[in-house]
């Protein structure tokens, strides 16, 4: 009889191990003076950072969805880890919360150390840019489970926030601005459908170039979802902000009004910001109503913030500063919780 | 021209939405004071638990593995959400930590709200023995990217712990004793090696009875993993523990080192605590060597605390007081950093 061993069954802990010492010293580098120990032991320590008076802990996970079916075909990996950071740390910006700590689960059918290594140096860019610390994370090998080469990435982050500086929507009133940051693209989100419309009915291929986007079906798909931190946060020292909500999934239409208090509206003006060519694209090729498109894609708009008027046009100026794109977009009517398109 | 519509590529928002909802309200009965507002914003809020002094945040991530695989082919979710919580927050335990809050990360290609229901039913009862929050998680739709019918699991597990308390092995000396603490079976590792066993080579079905064991192969191999949470934070109110191995991937071999400090070696008694059936099973019939079980199993042992000799009695009746079974399964001997059978 032939003796099975855990590796035979498709498990590599040697590989393991050797992708778990990499991780270590890439995950170092974006440790915060709070961070206690180092990864390897059972679980990791983090000190609440000084200088609240009474800390909020703020928490969120997500994943990257189907555009890791996009680093898969372009065999690309290193930028999706950005992608994951920015689900979650822009999820606690929109609270006015400083990105702390982060976590990711890497789920794949086989352990190769050197694509484990491209996709947490993504994670690595993306906590450089959050200002948190990478402080643990799992590498789970499936095998049977994944198909050969794919994995799944899930993260999880945590932010502090003084309590009394919570921002949660509720100060807004009608007559406030809306003001838009750019997003980078897709982000990490209606992949299930761009994928679709790209690589099914145009049939093209992650090489292909994108004439309208001036840039290849890989470079368009594959860019990194935008992290908010450094302008949001610089923003905060100085100015006030009433709401936020991050595009994700759902677009604007089910995004924006979940920062609304009741009796409150948003009126977004289309055609107030530059529309990026990647959604004419899915849009036109697809044949996607206007109302799916916007309540799928974020249509170049990353982060919405919600200012009270008479600081509008500071904000704006402090963001662009700040080297944001940023346009005023709309504002908030008395009416209905919901929002409308004008 | 077929107009294409997000749902029709795969993502079904409204299922998605209805999921929320039945989340949320399993997952508010979890909630403890220092949980601020409720799930369905951007993230959520706690506070950091009062009477701790200099408290310390200790964070682990893990998922289950490919136990999940029995849950698909026995068509039942409603106990993977315990092992999820388990095994996030046993390895908080070992360090001494309350476990505090928790979020969920749900990756599948179709969301089947009374599927996701189930799971997550799993993950609150989870949540109520280790006495933890669910204060939120990501149910993400990814067609094209699991298999008809099954998901992943990821949890993310925050506990906190005075900082003086922290238990991380360094007091650890020679002549300490190992208290084990049974386990529930094979927890959530191993299942690569163990499903190999089971369904290929012995071609067993999960309604098969497995007669050594006395129960059928899904109830055998969906055993939930104990979560310890309460007879460990129990034990520590009023017993001093000086480190404590959480046996999961790498059996006692690779687990019970990693608390160890340099100059110390344990020294397992083999035949000391009763070896479930179902580990006999799969060594004979996958004709496993010992040390491959060793390292790839928990062989009957989820948790192994290291103590002080004079202590070891008190300590094992406590436990046995508090419904725990335990065995005095070896000691801690000077040597080289390791472990080693006897």
Redesign the interface.
């Known amino acids: 009889?032939?003796?099975?061993?855990?590796k035979a069954?498709?498990?590599d802990?040697a590989a393991g191990n050797e992708a778990v010492r990499r991780i270590a010293r890439l995950a170092r580098s974006t440790f915060r003076p709070e961070v206690?120990?180092e990864i390897?032991?059972?679980?990791?320590?983090?000190?609440?950072p000084e200088g609240y008076r009474?800390?909020?802990?703020?928490?969120?996970?997500?994943?990257v969805?189907?555009k890791?079916?996009v680093a898969f075909l372009a065999d690309r990996h290193d930028s999706v880890g950005i992608d994951l950071v920015a689900m979650g740390v822009n999820?606690?910006l929109?609270?006015g919360?400083e990105p702390f700590?982060f976590?990711?689960?890497l789920?794949t059918g086989q352990v190769v150390p050197e694509k484990i290594e491209a996709i947490i140096t993504g994670i690595v860019e993306g906590c450089h840019q959050a200002g948190c610390a990478l402080?643990?994370?799992?590498t789970?090998?499936?095998?049977?489970?994944y198909a050969p080469g794919?994995y799944?990435l899930?993260g999880?982050?945590?932010?502090v926030v003084e309590?009394s500086r919570?921002i949660?929507g509720s100060a807004i009133t009608p007559e406030d601005h809306l003001v838009g940051l750019v997003s980078s693209g897709l982000h990490a989100n209606?992949y299930?459908?761009a994928?679709?419309?790209v690589f099914e009915?145009l049939g093209l291929k992650v090489t292909d170039h994108l004439e309208a986007c001036g840039r290849s079906v890989a470079e368009e798909m594959l860019a990194p979802t935008r992290i908010y931190a450094k302008p949001i946060l610089a923003l905060l020292k100085e100015h006030r902000v009433k709401g936020m909500?991050?595009i994700t999934?759902?677009g604007i239409s089910?995004n924006l009004p979940?920062?609304l208090p009741k009796g409150c509206r948003a009126r977004v003006r289309l055609g107030s910001w530059p529309v990026p060519p990647i959604f004419r694209l899915i849009q036109k090729e697809?044949?996607?109503?206007d109302a799916?498109m916007l309540?799928?894609f974020n249509m170049g708009i990353g982060m919405i913030l919600v200012v009270e008027a008479a600081d509008a046009r500071a904000i704006r100026e402090r963001l662009a500063a700040l080297g944001e794109s940023v346009w005023e977009i709309g504002n908030v009517i008395p009416g209905a919780h919901g929002i409308e398109y004008a």
């Open positions: 009889m032939d003796r099975l061993t855990y069954s498709g498990v802990i206690l120990g390897g032991s059972f679980a990791n320590f983090v000190r609440v009474d800390p909020v802990l703020v928490a969120s996970t997500d994943g969805g189907t890791l079916k999820d606690l929109v609270h919360a700590f976590l990711d689960y789920a402080i643990g994370g799992e789970a090998e499936m095998p049977d489970f794919e799944d899930a999880f982050a945590v932010g309590r919570v949660d209606g299930s459908l994928r679709k419309v009915r909500a991050h999934g759902g089910e979940r920062v697809g044949g996607v109503e799916e309540r799928t």
